[in-house]
C-alpha cells in the first residue's frame, strides 16, 4: 500500500513538473508585425515563426501591422499583455523610429524584451533596366550628370531605405527624388513596371531573374549567395557605406523569464533548422540566433549610426 501511494505521489510530481516545463504556449501566440504582407521582413518572419510554432506546439499567428512609419505595430506591442501570448517581430526600424518620430519617445533598448536575433541581411539595390546603366559606378555618374530627374523608393519616410538613399546620395554627390510607399514590396512592382528608376530590397530575385529589374549591388558587407556577381558597395566603390538590417523577436517588458527562455530556445533551434536556414537564404538572410542580450546590443548600436546619418545627411521626415 505504501509503495503505491509512494508511486502514485512520484507520478504526481512528474506530471507537475512536465505540465510546469510544456505548460507555455497553451494556446496560439500572436506576433506583431508592422509591416505590410509580402516584404522581405514579413516573409522572413512567417518562415521562422512556422517552424518556432512547430517547436513549441501551438501556431506562431502573423499579425500585420502597418502604419506611421511602424508606429502602431510598435506602440501596440509595448502595451500588450506580458504573459507570452503577444510578441513583436521587426526590423531595424524598431531602432530608427525614435530617430525619425519625436513622438515615439521610447527607448529601443529598454521598450520591449528581447527574445533572440533571427537573421541579419542586406539590401540588393535595383534599378530599372531601361536606365543606361549596369554597375553602381555608371549608375552614380548617370545621377550626377541628371540632377533631380532620377528617382527612388522607400516603404516611407524614416524607413531603412529612405535612410540607405539619403546616405547615398550625400556620399555620392548626388540628388534624387526620394518617392515613399506603404511598402518596398511595392517600389519594386513599380521599379519593374518600368514607373521608378531605383529601390533596395531583400526580397527582389525573382524581378531580377525575370530581368524586369536590373541588380546593380548589394548593401552588406559580404556578397549575397543569391548572387555570388554581384558586387557589394563597397567592393564598388563605396568602403564607407553599409547598410545591414536585421530581423528580432522581442516580448512585452515583464513577460516571464522562463518564457523568453522557452521563446528564445525555440528560436535558436528554428534557425539552425536546414530548411528554415535554407528559405531565410532564399530571402538573403543570414540565420544567428544567440543570447537576447546580443539583440539589444543591435538596437542600441542602430540606434547610434541612424542617429548620426540622419545629422550627416539633414534627412527631411515630412
Not at 255 to 281: C, S
Request: hydrophobic share 40%.
Amino acid at each position: 500500500m505504501k509503495i503505491k501511494t509512494i508511486v502514485a505521489a512520484l507520478c504526481a510530481v512528474a506530471a507537475i513538473g512536465a505540465h510546469a516545463q510544456g505548460g507555455y504556449p497553451a494556446k496560439p501566440v500572436k506576433v506583431i508585425v508592422p509591416f505590410p504582407a509580402g516584404g522581405v521582413t514579413d516573409i522572413g518572419a512567417r518562415v521562422v515563426a512556422e517552424r518556432m510554432g512547430q517547436l513549441l506546439g501551438q501556431p506562431l499567428v502573423i499579425e500585420n501591422r502597418p502604419g506611421a512609419g511602424t508606429k502602431l505595430g510598435t506602440e501596440a506591442a509595448i502595451k500588450s499583455p506580458p504573459d507570452g501570448y503577444t510578441l513583436y517581430l521587426s526590423n531595424t526600424s524598431y531602432a530608427i523610429l525614435p530617430v525619425v518620430d519625436p513622438a515615439a519617445s521610447y527607448d529601443p533598448t529598454k521598450a520591449l524584451a528581447p527574445v533572440g536575433t533571427i537573421s541579419t541581411y542586406g539590401l540588393a539595390i535595383v534599378v530599372n533596366p531601361a536606365l543606361p546603366v549596369k554597375t553602381l559606378g555608371e549608375f552614380v555618374e548617370y545621377a550626377r550628370r541628371n540632377p533631380g530627374k532620377l528617382n527612388y523608393g522607400s516603404a516611407g519616410l524614416g524607413s531603412g531605405v529612405h535612410f540607405a538613399g539619403e546616405q547615398l546620395k550625400q556620399m555620392t554627390g548626388t540628388f534624387m527624388v526620394h518617392i515613399p510607399y506603404r511598402s518596398t514590396a511595392l517600389a519594386v512592382q513599380d521599379l519593374a513596371g518600368g514607373r521608378l528608376d531605383m529601390t533596395m530590397d531583400g526580397a527582389v530575385k525573382p524581378y531580377v531573374d525575370a530581368g524586369k529589374v536590373r541588380l546593380i549591388a548589394v548593401t552588406d558587407v559580404r556578397r549575397d549567395p543569391r548572387f555570388p556577381d554581384t558586387p557589394t558597395v563597397a567592393e564598388a566603390g563605396l568602403p564607407d557605406f553599409r547598410q545591414v538590417s536585421w530581423l528580432g523577436l522581442f516580448a512585452p517588458v515583464g513577460t516571464p523569464p522562463e518564457t523568453i527562455a522557452r521563446l528564445n530556445q525555440a528560436l535558436n533551434d528554428a534557425v539552425k533548422d536546414p530548411g528554415t536556414r535554407q528559405r531565410l537564404a532564399d530571402l538573403g538572410m543570414l540565420p544567428v540566433g544567440g543570447a537576447p542580450a546580443d539583440l539589444i546590443q543591435r538596437a542600441g548600436d542602430d540606434l547610434q549610426l541612424f542617429r548620426k546619418i540622419a545629422r550627416d545627411t539633414k534627412i527631411k521626415f515630412d
